[in-house]
């Protein structure tokens, strides 16, 4: 399967990664829950608990544009993880907005 993931962080800041394949579900899960806490990420949610739409957009915030147009390494493999998460070819996440869009 060809993935695209899209960040961005508003008008001309958009980072594209397109690849084919990628990681298992389970080492997704466990790359975001480690870039959540090694990040500090801090999501209130009414139920306490934390989607992975959450951790997403959390770990994309807290990570920073700079970490992105930087560390591309990094950035690919937040890519990955993504698409493996949601499982879907076509993911936009949009941080300036906290919003996840297919």
Request: proline share 1%.
């Amino acid at each position: 399967m060809q993935h695209h993931v899209i960040v961005t962080f508003g008008k001309d800041k958009e980072f594209e990664y397109k690849f084919a394949g990628g990681v298992a579900q389970d080492d997704a899960r466990k790359w975001f829950s480690h870039e959540f806490e090694v990040l500090e990420c801090d999501v209130a949610t009414p139920t306490g608990k934390i989607l992975a739409v959450d951790r997403i957009l959390s770990v994309a915030k807290y990570a920073g544009e700079n970490r992105f147009r930087e560390q591309s390494a990094w950035a690919d493999q937040f890519a990955r993880n993504t698409a493996a998460l949601l499982g879907r070819d076509l993911i936009r996440v949009d941080v300036e907005q906290y919003s996840i869009g297919y």
